[in-house]
């Protein structure tokens, strides 16, 4: 069965750090490639950050850029966002997200998703 489920989310201040997971069961072809998008209140959902089905491309927002860190276990089983240097407008619902496609160096940023999980929710506030 193919599920996408988040977990990390929490109350961190400025300047700190978060670690988000997102179980991937199911998604262990190179031909799903998987991304972050977030939501934060009041505006439309964007991408943060994609991984290719290969794992060879990554692509991130500029507002997350060197900051932000998307990684896969060799397994494929689990999709990481390491959030550093966090800052009060990264505040937002976190979303995983999964698409198949027949390229696998494909990186979709902003892009129309098949599977998605239900959100885990980072608040960046003193």
């Known amino acids: 069965q193919l599920q996408l489920v988040e977990s990390g989310g929490g109350l961190v201040q400025p300047g700190g750090s978060l670690r988000l997971s997102c179980a991937a069961a199911?998604?262990?072809?190179?031909?799903?490639?998987l991304a972050w998008y977030r939501q934060a209140p009041g505006k439309e959902r964007e991408g943060v950050s994609c991984i290719s089905g290969s794992g060879s491309n990554t692509n991130y927002a500029d507002s997350v850029k060197g900051r932000f860190t998307i990684s896969r276990d060799s397994a494929k089983t689990t999709l990481y966002l390491q959030m550093d240097s966090l800052k009060p407008e990264d505040t937002a619902v976190y979303y995983c997200?999964?698409?198949?496609?027949?390229?696998?160096?494909?990186?979709?940023?902003?892009?129309?998703?098949?599977?998605w999980g239900k959100g885990t929710l980072v608040n960046v506030s003193s």
């Open positions: 997200a999964a698409r198949s496609y027949f390229v696998t160096t494909w990186c979709p940023m902003n892009e129309r998703m098949d599977y």
């Open positions: 199911g998604f262990t072809s190179d031909h799903y490639a």
